[in-house]
């Protein structure tokens, strides 16, 4: 992982739990593109979907700003400390069964026949 990737990521789980959050040198356009991507992003009824690759091109398209592929993968990244954090604070109350948001179970041929089946 980057330095910049690492220390965005940082920032913005600093920012998330309620932490003084220092943005890097040259990180600002990926952290503001991050959050106009976040705040388009859709929802369904268990919670937050990703930011989808098509989302983040339609913006770049849109707004008319390149996103080089090192900062289409820093953006993912800091997605993802957004759902972690999105998933964390969406924790069932005591006395409620949780449901691991994402399986431990790796994903095998016979596993998916049984999911689409």
Known sequence: MSNLKTNLCKAL??????GKARVPDGGREMLDAFQA???ARSWHQHGPNPISWEAMAAWSQL???PI???????????DNVWLNHAMQRNNAPEGVKKI???????????????AVS
């Open 37 to 39: 991507l976040s705040r």
């Open 13 to 18: 789980k600093a920012h998330l739990t309620g």
């Open 68 to 78: 080089e592929p090192h900062h289409a993968e820093i953006i993912m990244a800091l």
């Open 100 to 114: 691991a948001p994402i399986s431990e179970q790796p994903l095998s041929a016979a596993l998916f026949d049984v």
């Open 63 to 65: 707004m008319r700003v």
